[in-house]
């Protein structure tokens, strides 16, 4: 299977645990055997132009959608410069990023970092974070890999990006990143999570993110 027909077959299994839909249900729609999903899932059959069409119109979808590998990850938060994340209504704010080319679980959730600094472009970027229903941060826990890891961290009810270091006596310092400034010495930390991976945010250079803001 080429590379695109494999990104294809990616964004196929990222559609169906996104609308929750089992693999028989899809066959059903496509007039399909269900085993035929699971060669195209698998990249052991190639998806004909024809089905392809068929899945984007099941999910309601244009067909680039469908046809380009990537995700969309929705935004819960913004991080400023005191790398503190600034939480908003979600209900009512909903703000979103597609990632093209690059697959992420579908529990994943990202924080833009807006710099304050005019034209400081290098610290414009989205870090993403998976938050599982009943994981880490629901258990309250700090992920066994947080130590000297960028993370999502939780000290005193509040969440910001840093990278925290262990200390002999159980306690946390977390430092910022780029100037490894610290931002709490011997810190409770509530929870931790790594992240998975920042993505340059090239949409927020020209005006900030805002709470407000709508696109």
Same mark, same amino acid.
């Given at each position: @299977?080429?590379?695109?027909? =494999? /990104?294809?077959?990616? $964004?196929?299994? #990222?559609?169906?645990?996104?609308?929750? @839909?089992?693999?028989? #249900?899809?066959?059903?729609?496509? %007039?399909?055997?269900?085993?035929?999903?699971? =060669?195209?899932?698998?990249?052991?059959?190639?998806?004909?132009?024809?089905?392809? #069409?068929?899945?984007?119109?099941?999910f309601?979808?244009?067909?680039? +959608?469908?046809?380009?590998?990537?995700?969309e990850i929705p935004?819960?938060?913004?991080?400023?410069?005191?790398y /503190?994340?600034?939480d908003?209504?979600?209900?009512?704010?909903?703000?979103?990023?597609? *990632?093209?080319?690059v697959?992420?679980?579908?529990?994943c959730?990202? !924080?833009? !970092?807006?710099s304050e =600094?005019?034209?400081n472009?290098?610290? /414009? @970027?989205?870090?993403?974070a998976?938050? $599982?229903?009943?994981g880490?941060?629901?258990? $309250?826990?700090i992920?066994?890999?947080? +130590?000297?890891?960028i *993370?999502l961290?939780?000290? %005193?009810?509040?969440? @910001?990006?840093?990278?925290?270091?262990?200390?002999?006596?159980?306690?946390w310092?977390?430092?910022?990143?780029?100037?490894?400034?610290i931002?709490? /010495?011997?810190?409770?930390?509530? !929870?931790?999570?790594?992240?998975l *991976?920042?993505?340059?945010?090239?949409?927020?250079?020209? !005006?900030?993110?805002h709470?407000?803001?709508?696109?």
């Open positions: @299977m080429h590379g695109d027909q =494999t /990104q294809i077959a990616h $964004r196929l299994q #990222e559609l169906l645990i996104a609308n929750n @839909m089992k693999q028989t #249900e899809l066959a059903n729609h496509l %007039d399909v055997d269900p085993s035929v999903i699971s =060669t195209w899932i698998n990249g052991r059959r190639t998806i004909p132009q024809k089905n392809i #069409e068929d899945i984007a119109n099941v309601g979808l244009p067909l680039p +959608d469908v046809q380009h590998f990537g995700c935004i819960l938060g913004e991080v400023r410069e005191n /503190q994340v600034w908003y209504d979600t209900l009512t704010s909903k703000k979103r990023v597609k *990632c093209k080319t697959f992420l679980p579908h529990d959730v990202g !924080y833009i !970092y807006v =600094t005019p034209f472009w290098r610290d /414009q @970027m989205i870090f993403i998976r938050i $599982r229903k009943g880490m941060v629901d258990q $309250r826990k992920h066994i890999k947080s +130590d000297g890891r *993370c961290v939780a000290v %005193d009810n509040k969440k @910001m990006i840093a990278i925290p270091r262990k200390k002999q006596d159980g306690s310092d977390l430092f910022a990143l780029g100037d490894n400034r931002l709490v /010495q011997s810190a409770d930390v509530q !929870y931790s999570v790594p992240i *991976c920042q993505l340059p945010n090239w949409s927020v250079l020209p !005006y900030g993110f709470e407000t803001l709508e696109y």
